[in-house]
T-cell receptor, first 114, second 110 residues
Framework: ETGVTQSPTHLIKTRGQQVTLRCSSQSGHNTVSWYQQALGQGPQFIFQYYREEENGRGNFPPRFSGLQFPNYSSELNVNALELDDSALYLC?????????????FGPGTRLTVL | TQLLEQSPQFLSIQEGENLTVYCNSS?????LQWYRQEPGEGPVLLVTVVTGGEVKKLKRLTFQFGDARKDSSLHITAAQPGDTGLYLC??????????FGKGTMLLVSP
């Protein structure tokens, strides 16, 4: 139990639709990172937010966007869904930006795009 | 881009056997982490290694960080069915995000 929750657990969308995934970080954790994990792969870094500002971004197109709120919740939004967006989406919270800070992962949201 | 290669990709063994999984890179990492992920769950941190040559033990699990900080290994002694899961190594490439390998899927049969 990491104290990080995600919703919904599962989601099915069709190509071209938009989706919003939610994450609730541990209280006091100012950093949230989002990862995409395709089947049979390790997680890939999408972006990171620190105190409600984007702090870094991986190799993902602009249709992947995010928000972080003062109450330690955050969102991942994906527009114009493509079949390849089908994956497990993980959020991870950590106290700050120190290198090597432990990241606490949520259970993920399984997104299926048909 | 700093890549982490894990081997083997899949390992199926009997309870009581020993095993080693490897995590290799051509790049230097300031630290490496090992996670275990079970189906339907997010990765859970097992250990962080920081110093080249470092060895850490967690019950039956032994983690080693290479002298050059480019590779790491995880050795499990007397594996048990509860060890079944996806083992991921992840590197911190100098800032606070993580680069993951593809993982080693371990299946331990009774």
């Amino acid at each position: 139990e990491t104290g990080v929750t995600q919703s919904p657990t599962h989601l099915i969308k069709t190509r071209g639709q938009q989706v919003t995934l939610r994450c609730s970080s541990q209280s006091g954790h100012n950093t949230v990172s989002w990862y995409q994990q395709a089947l049979g792969q390790g997680p890939q870094f999408i972006f990171q937010y620190y105190r409600e500002e984007e702090n870094g971004r991986g190799n993902f197109p602009p249709r992947f966007s995010g928000l972080q709120f003062p109450n330690y919740s955050s969102e991942l939004n994906v527009n114009a869904l493509e079949l390849d967006d089908s994956a497990l989406y993980l959020c991870a919270s950590s106290p700050g930006l120190r290198e090597g800070d432990t990241q606490y992962f949520g259970p993920g949201t399984r997104l299926t795009v048909l | 881009t700093q890549l982490l290669e894990q081997s083997p990709q899949f390992l199926s063994i009997q309870e009581g056997e020993n095993l080693t999984v490897y995590c290799n890179s051509s790049s230097v990492f300031s630290s490496l982490q090992w996670y275990r992920q079970e189906p339907g769950e997010g990765p859970v941190l097992l250990v962080t290694v920081v110093t080249g040559g470092e060895v850490k033990k967690l019950k039956r699990l032994t983690f080693q960080f290479g002298d050059a900080r480019k590779d790491s290994s995880l050795h499990i002694t007397a594996a048990q069915p509860g060890d079944t899961g996806l083992y991921l190594c992840a590197g911190a490439p100098g800032y606070s995000t993580l680069t993951f390998g593809k993982g080693t899927m371990l299946l331990v049969s009774p």
